[in-house]
């Protein structure tokens, strides 16, 4: 009886805790929980985009924010911001964004392969990873940044390949980070030792379902790769997020999402958002075919 | 009290200078008490004046004759003299020889002369060479790193080839050491070898002024897009030897 009571109190105290919101392209579920592995809880906020009714777009901060490399650098916040005010495309539509991968020698410049409309506008990083660093596995476990989100030129079809193995003009639009967390049908890509090995951080993950849906992961709260990547391989029916696929872009104060809808002035953000990024994803509802 | 000697007894007090004498006689054998038996028994050979000697020979007079070298160079090094200079040089080119300076300061890379940071931006058509200002003497050693090379799009409607080929060439004394592709780091070291090269066409003995870094054809021809290249470039205090090099690569 007292175990039926606790079980019952913790349902109403989950149920409390998450939110979900919803439109017909996208849902919500905000302050999602998993365990981080020393006895915590870490919550996360989780976004599911339809691929049937959305469109997804990986843009260069910089260009779509109406300024040129080097002449200006914009936060997520700042591209958002930017977005809502001004962009002909976005000023009047509901769409979410997403911070994209990580910079190089400049905050808005890109490190490693970024492709917008089939234009390359960062070529691929071949830097080696690190003995023992966090993806595992022949082709994941080979480059630093080893991974792509990458729209296949051939079928438009959403993957994440292996940096490794990746071919000039696979991709409509590519963006290369890392390390690629979940591989190979929901196989947990991430060596058990990461949470020695590396500090903890906020972060962004960018996951693919069997379901055909994008699943855009936004941690609030400093969390290991390893947990991470084990909560979401795992079934949806055991409590995980059903990632077939899942790849680590830029994290901590880069980290956040971005939803706005024209029927609220002001943008809705989900975590810290505030540092600089060379790119971004931009999801929007998916044009009716005429 | 009676003496051995005579029989006869002495009531006179001791004078300062015999009890001075018997005070340091029981410090010595107070002092004496405390050193390792070696050296006891030495002392009681009766060979301290000669142990005094080693020790002088063998600890205190090689110092000494460094530190009189080094006085007396240095005095020749201020006279304003041809004969005195020659000598100086001469002194000093033994003491180099003799003590392989150069050769055991050449085991390291510590003697870093000095050390500049490469931080260039090349444009196709804007900027498609920079060059930086460097003094690198005839044989000098130095070595040319490269951290980072980026190829990135300047505008919107720019994309970036994605073969492998190079992107720009460095080249140093008008002799070309390097050509580097997109992401690539290196390390180009200038010893022997590229010395032994680079003087069979140049016989000047100024020193190279300037590292050149230039675009490709390729890029050249590209209407868009930017290269940004960091790296260092590590001059060092070794001047390597002007005798016959093997060229081993």
């Known amino acids: 009886m007292k175990s039926y009571i606790n079980a019952l109190t913790s349902l109403l105290v989950a149920l409390a805790a998450t939110s979900a919101f919803a439109s017909p392209w996208w849902s919500l ?46 936060s997520l916040r700042a591209f958002a911001a930017a977005l809502a005010a001004s962009h002909p ?53 080979q480059l630093r ?40 049908d929901s196989i947990v890509a991430v060596a058990l030792n990461e949470p020695r090995m590396e500090k903890a951080y906020k972060r962004t993950m960018v996951c693919l379902t069997h379901e055909n849906t994008m699943r855009l992961i936004v941690v609030t709260q400093e969390a290991h790769l390893l947990p991470l990547a084990q909560w979401s391989s795992r079934a949806v029916s055991a409590g995980g997020l059903g990632c077939r ?39 929007e509802a998916r044009l009716p075919s005429p | 009290m009676t003496t051995p000697e005579t029989g006869s007894q002495n009531t006179n007090p001791p004078t300062p200078a015999v009890a001075h004498l018997g005070l340091l006689k029981q410090v010595r054998e107070v002092v004496i008490g405390f050193l390792p038996r070696q050296l006891k028994d030495v002392l009681d050979k009766g060979l301290f004046k000669a142990f005094l000697l080693l020790i002088f020979v063998a600890v205190l007079l090689p110092p000494l004759l460094a530190f009189l070298a080094a006085f007396w160079l240095k005095q020749l ?54 060059d930086l200002r460097i003094s690198i003497q005839q044989r000098q050693k130095a070595a040319i790193d490269f951290s980072s090379v980026r190829f990135i799009a300047t505008d919107p409607s720019c994309t970036l080839p994605e ?25 180009i070291s200038i010893g022997p070898n590229w010395w032994a090269d680079y003087l069979k066409d140049h016989d000047s003995d100024d020193p190279l002024q300037h590292v050149s870094f230039r675009v490709t054809e390729q890029v050249r021809a590209m209407t868009c897009g930017q290269i940004h290249i960091d790296g260092s470039i590590r001059v060092f205090k070794d001047i390597l030897q002007a005798s016959p090099v093997t060229l081993t690569k």
């Open chain 1, 89 to 141: 495309r976005y000023r009047s539509k509901e769409w979410i964004a997403l911070n994209g991968a990580f910079s190089s020698f400049r905050a808005d410049v890109p490190l490693g392969l970024l492709v917008v409309d089939g234009k390359v506008y960062s070529t691929l990083s071949r830097e080696k990873a690190k003995p023992g660093w966090a993806s595992v596995g022949i082709e994941f476990g």
């Open chain 2, 77 to 130: 090094g201020t006279l304003d003299n041809g004969f005195a200079k020659a000598l100086r040089a001469g002194v000093l080119q033994m003491i180099q020889e003799g003590f392989s300076v150069e050769e055991v300061a050449s085991r390291s890379n510590a003697r870093l002369d000095y050390f500049q940071p490469i931080d260039v931006t090349l444009a196709p058509k804007l900027a498609p060479s920079k």
């Open chain 2, 163 to 187: 073969s492998d080929g190079d992107l720009f060439s460095v080249s140093l004394g008008g002799k070309t050491v390097a050509a580097l592709k997109e992401n690539e780091t290196s390390s």
């Open chain 1, 29 to 74: 579920q905000e302050s999602l929980v998993f365990p981080s592995g020393d006895g915590r809880q870490i919550r996360a906020d989780v976004l599911t985009v339809d691929l049937k009714a959305a469109n997804v777009r990986i843009v260069s901060v910089p260009f779509e924010g109406g300024a040129g490399v080097s002449s200006s650098e914009m």
């Open chain 1, 245 to 283: 696929v899942a790849l680590n872009l830029s994290g901590d104060t880069s980290s956040g999402m971005v939803i706005r809808s024209p029927a609220n002035a002001a943008p809705r953000y989900l975590g810290e958002g505030s540092f600089p990024i060379p790119s971004a994803l931009v999801v």
């Open chain 1, 145 to 184: 940044w080893s991974g792509i989100l990458c729209q296949l030129k051939s079928t438009k079809a959403w993957d994440i390949v292996a940096a490794a193995i990746y071919q000039p003009g696979l991709c409509q639009q590519a963006l290369q980070g890392g390390p690629v967390t979940v591989a190979s």
